[in-house]
């Protein structure tokens, strides 16, 4: 039997982690110089590398700030659009006519700074026959983007404060004629049932105004492109544009609650008058946050008005206890409402 001391192992194991070691240290340094190698480049980095030409500039350029360009799509919205077939710089001045509900595509942009009215002429075509040109200022009022959130967007900014108002008259003016019959009508944040659902709708739609309001006090221009290119995915998006985009979706699932959990707890005709009057409370708060923040008030009165809210619910409206017999939610010990049983 062959004994080998212990000091003349240890030096031997020793030995071999270094042997390896400097053998892995070899390894890694020859991969990195092959890395490094691979990465270099030897040209010149300048955005001169892209080969654009100067129309292509002129067209990055002019959707930079217009946020439309070439091959574009509008659906006209007026009436009728006067077109002028020459270019504006021709003589004679031919015209030709697109109507309401034609779908144009942009094919051509001009500038002429010699035009005291607006110097940017825009030629849009509908087919090979109708096309010509017109100026910026008198084209946009009159087309909306060929895409359907743009068009909700446009139909929305242009009647949306008309139309809730005439629905606000109309539901007070039932609710009136409820309260004069029945003296007993439920309402949100006053005579509320035992549901967070409604509370949180109408919060959410006072806090979306807000944030709407402060995109268009504050980021404009980030809204407008937003019309021109739309997207309902949050995370392709500026961070105070997806966090409007999540709330909008957040309000669709939440009225989707909201709805469901009324119809269960009261009879359809109940039901139905509780939605008016809920969808009356959003509407005023929509008109008074998306108004009062562009007075810069609306903050401050965005934060009583949660205040005011959760208070009245927890005060009002949440359910403390359960009747033992039917289960019914009660707000205080007695009588049943559902099935008389007495709960102590």
Known sequence: MRIVSSHTAITGIRYKLLRSSVCVSIIYAIIGMFLLSSCYNSSNRTPDAWNLTEEQLDSISFSTTHHYSQNYNFVVKADTIRLVCQAPDELPFDSVTVVRGDRVVVADIMTMPADTIDSVWVKIARDQLTQGWIRENVMLPSVKPDDPISQF????????????????????????????????????????????????????????????????????????????????????????????????????????????????????????????????????????????????????????????????????????????????????????????????
Request: aromatic letters at 16%; one cysteine or more; proline letters at 3%.
């Open 153 to 344: 967007i446009d139909a929305f900014s242009d009647v949306h404060l008309l139309i809730f108002l005439s629905f606000v008259v109309i539901v007070t003016a039932v609710y009136g004629l409820r309260f004069l019959k029945r003296h007993n009508a439920r309402i949100v944040h006053f005579r509320d049932i035992a549901s967070f659902y409604p509370t949180l709708l109408a919060i959410l739609v006072a806090t979306s105004a807000v944030v709407y309001a402060s995109i268009q006090l504050f980021g404009a221009e980030s809204w407008r492109h937003f019309y021109y290119h739309p997207s309902l995915n949050p995370f392709a998006l500026p961070l105070h544009l997806g966090v409007f985009i999540c709330l909008v979706w957040t309000l669709i699932i939440v009225s989707l609650a909201v709805a469901d959990d009324v119809f269960r707890r009261l009879s359809v005709g109940e039901a139905v008058f509780y939605l008016c009057g809920l969808a009356a409370v959003c509407a005023i708060n929509y008109i008074v946050f998306s108004i009062s923040t562009l007075y810069y008030v609306g903050y401050p009165l965005l934060i009583a008005y949660i205040v005011f809210a959760i208070r009245r619910y927890f005060l009002c409206s949440r359910s403390s206890y359960i009747c033992g017999r039917c289960g019914t939610e009660m707000r205080r010990k007695g009588v049943c409402p559902v099935c008389g049983a007495v709960n102590e």
